[in-house]
């Protein structure tokens, strides 16, 4: 299971928040071999008044939050985090300096999902890639 959630200022977030979707989705299924199907993305495009950042990044400024299961070994987590940077900057023209990522993990006991607490689901993709 995995939740997403980016930040941004919206004048720069909503133009292209559909492919920054699909970007992250695809690490997401590549890297930790999610089904194709399993996408939850939310975006917080923010007002400028709303959204303090340092002057030493630009107006495209994002932080992405991915919240999952913990299990997923160490380097898999710096495979996912390097593959966003490279893609998002190779095809949004995003800077990695302009983009923050913080995985956090959580067991599994702790979600609630479909009336059943995460621990006790069937999935159909493995946690501990």
Not at 83 to 105: G, R, V, Y
Request: charged share 35%; with cysteine.
């Amino acid at each position: 299971m995995g939740q997403i959630k980016v930040y941004g200022l919206e004048k720069y977030l909503n133009p292209i928040k559909e492919d920054l979707s699909e970007i992250i989705h695809s690490c997401i299924v590549e890297v930790f071999e999610y089904p194709e199907d399993k996408r939850f993305h939310r975006f917080f495009p923010m007002k400028e008044e709303d959204f303090y950042f340092p002057s030493s990044r630009s107006e495209n400024y994002m932080i992405i939050e991915i919240s999952i299961f913990e299990g997923r070994k160490k380097e898999t987590k710096k495979k996912l985090i390097k593959l966003l940077f490279e893609k998002i900057e190779k095809e949004l023209e995003i800077s990695p300096k302009d983009i923050e990522i913080t995985i956090f993990e959580t067991p599994a006991c702790n979600w609630g999902i479909r009336g059943s607490t995460g621990d006790e689901l069937v999935l159909n993709y493995k946690v501990d890639v």
